[in-house]
């Protein structure tokens, strides 16, 4: 209940916002648009590294279901594995479920798109959203610059559900629309991740992989981002 009372605040607060675009038209809002979906796929990009090398808390149990070897249906998996997510914290939940993506793709595509852009609007797209609805309310912000900022909120709520979208076939024909116009990547574009895991972060349209690809090698030259990352330690 109090999931569904955050999205529908969130969606009334973007609907301010995207009226606030319409009341003032130019035509600085259409590239204003691209340059907050690159922004929105930069983001998905930067959190995705972030998130696949930041260490796991050792001593936790997360090694044990990472690598359960049995049936994840199974009495015992789900008792680890309600175990081992009692110790953790928000984040730190994100952090494993990130790197249990890895050996295990599909099982995001299967997931509902309110469980994938929940935590997202909590944590980020209805406070940003809200902060807009103010900005607007004490400052003259200009149309174009608001419909940047839609853009960006748009696509970072998305950005899971569009990741998930990459790892399910049945997809609904906004998602297969919007790849054939280059607004979202494909899932062999984003299989180039998987391959290595050391490039091609952004899951949204791929647009600034090119530059995340650069900060990723330096990262990794540097010692800040390392393998050991990657997997749960006991």
């Known amino acids: ?16 916002n995207i009226a606030l675009v319409v009341a003032d038209p130019s035509w600085w809002i259409i590239p204003a648009l691209f340059v907050g979906w690159f922004a929105a796929d930069a983001l ?13 808390r050792p ?15 199974s009495e015992e998996y789900q008792a680890l594995f309600r175990a081992a997510m009692a ?15 890895h050996p295990r793709p599909d ?3 299967r997931r509902t798109m309110l469980r994938q852009i929940g935590s997202s609007v909590v944590a980020g797209s209805l406070p940003l959203s809200l902060m807009l609805n103010l900005a607007a309310l004490l400052l003259p912000v200009p149309g174009w610059a608001m419909a940047a900022m839609v ?7 998305f950005a899971q559900y569009f990741h998930g979208s990459l790892h399910r076939a049945d997809n609904p024909w ?8 280059g607004l979202l990547m494909t899932p062999a574009a984003h299989q180039l991740h998987h391959d290595s895991l050391r490039r ?26 390392t393998d050991a990352g990657l997997e749960p330690a006991g």
């Open 1 to 16: 209940m109090a999931l569904r009372f955050v999205l529908v605040l969130f969606a009334l607060s973007l609907a301010v």
């Open 44 to 56: 998905s990009g930067v959190v995705h590294m972030v998130m696949d090398y930041h260490p796991c």
């Open 59 to 73: 001593g936790m149990g997360l090694d044990r279901i990472y690598f359960y070897t049995g049936s994840r249906e």
């Open 87 to 101: 110790r953790l914290n928000p984040l730190e939940r994100l952090v494993y479920d990130f790197k249990n993506h």
């Open 107 to 109: 099982a995001l595509g």
């Open 151 to 157: 853009s960006l909120l748009i696509g970072g709520t």
């Open 174 to 181: 906004i998602i297969t629309a919007m790849r054939r116009v």
């Open 200 to 225: 091609d972060f952004s899951t949204n349209c791929g647009w600034s992989n090119g530059v995340l690809n650069r900060v990723f090698a330096l990262a990794y030259r540097r010692g800040w981002l």
